[in-house]
């Protein structure tokens, strides 16, 4: 077994690293505390959220399944929140310290360290739900298969703000659940139905494909359930598992409001397409979702005036699924830009979004 993971973990750039620095996989000794391995394993990257971290393990300790360890990655923290995580008196939490190397290398080493086959992932500053755990348990035994198990997630965006459920399209309506029709075409440019606070995945999946890319600043998890999607079923719950606190200080949200980062999804499945390594069926998914994402760029340069660069991304959009899209954005394209703004937000006032 042991050997298995080495394998594997030679195949990507960061895990690689982790493993060339002389640190070695705990698999045959970790044990919970009732003497055997843990169904979940739950990992939480930590860098800085010293005011957040507590209510995130509380979260996860409050959970109605209770057959998991969590496994905190302090990535280099300077501001304590190691030392409240070290208070905790469960011993299912364990902490893990390393120097600051970013959330995709504090991911993919508490991927390593996890002692179970299942592992889920939660972000210091956001929750979970009680019922979480016992939901995409269930999901797991009623789907089986899947390259991961995701839930539908609430977000709050100000401080003292409300729960607010994220906007999906281009899924059943609820109370369905099951395996996705497309996660291309749920994710191309709507919430995504699969964030690093609401999924589960098998250790064995997230490893084959290589972790989370350590190169990548912002939207570096959509990267990896990019790469699940493409060869494995993602499965999905309209219950709410977890909340998105986009309010919380310090996170790659405030880097992510900066649209241009969509760039490096796009970058990812044009690579994808290129060396062949998307199935025949999901090709023309692929292409749609890369048009979404164009169309994404398009409305958030429109949002900011720049109406000639949205231009730009419209002419490079080419898609059947979304032409509705693109023709209401190239129409609002040529349109001055105090104009497209006052349309724009009657739009949103309209669908209540304002």
């Known amino acids: ?20 620095s002389g640190w070695q996989p705990e698999l045959s000794d970790g044990m919970n505390p009732k003497g055997r391995v843990p169904e979940v394993s739950v990992v939480v ?41 070290r208070g905790m008196r469960d011993p299912r939490v364990r902490l893990v310290s ?4 970013g959330v995709s290398a504090a991911r993919n080493r ?16 956001d929750e979970w739900m009680p019922a979480f755990l016992a939901n995409v348990i269930r999901l797991r035994e009623e789907f089986p298969g899947a390259g991961a198990y995701a839930t539908a997630w609430m977000k ?9 459920p994220a906007t999906y399209r281009r899924l059943p309506p609820p109370p369905w659940e099951g395996y996705l029709p497309s996660y291309f075409l749920a994710a191309a440019n709507a919430s995504q139905p ?38 494995k079923e993602i499965v999905f719950t309209w219950e709410y598992g977890a909340v998105y606190h986009m309010e919380a200080a310090n996170r790659t949200t405030d880097v992510g409001r900066d649209p241009y980062w969509t760039h490096n999804i ?78 724009s937000g009657a739009h949103q006032r309209s669908r209540g979004l304002e």
């Open 194 to 231: 699969v964030i690093s606070s609401a999924v589960m995945v098998p250790k064995e999946v997230i490893l084959e494909v290589g972790g989370f890319p350590e190169d990548t600043l912002v939207g570096e998890d959509l990267t990896t359930w990019f790469r699940i999607a493409l060869t």
């Open 156 to 164: 709050v965006e100000h401080e003292g703000g409300e729960r607010r």
């Open 45 to 85: 990257p930590l860098y800085n959220k010293g005011p957040y971290i507590e209510r995130a393990l509380r979260s996860v300790l409050s959970q109605t399944f209770p057959d998991f360890e969590v496994v905190v990655v302090d990535d280099g923290s300077t501001d304590g929140g190691d030392l409240l995580v």
């Open 266 to 343: 796009i970058d990812e499945a044009r690579l994808a397409l290129k060396e062949n390594r998307v199935p025949e069926k999901k090709i023309s998914e692929v292409k749609e979702f890369i048009a979404g994402k164009q169309l994404y760029l398009a409305a958030s340069m429109l949002s900011r005036g720049m109406r000639m660069e949205a231009q730009e991304y419209l002419k490079g959009c080419v898609t059947e699924y979304f032409s509705t899209e693109k023709m209401r954005l190239s129409f609002l394209a040529a349109l001055p830009s105090w104009a497209y703004l006052a349309l």
């Open 110 to 125: 508490g991927v390593c360290e996890a002692r179970a086959r299942w592992i889920a992932f939660l972000d210091a500053d």
């Open 98 to 101: 390393q120097d600051n190397k």
């Open 1 to 20: 077994m042991v050997n298995k993971y080495i394998s594997v973990l030679h195949q990507s750039a960061g895990l690689r690293k982790l493993y060339m």
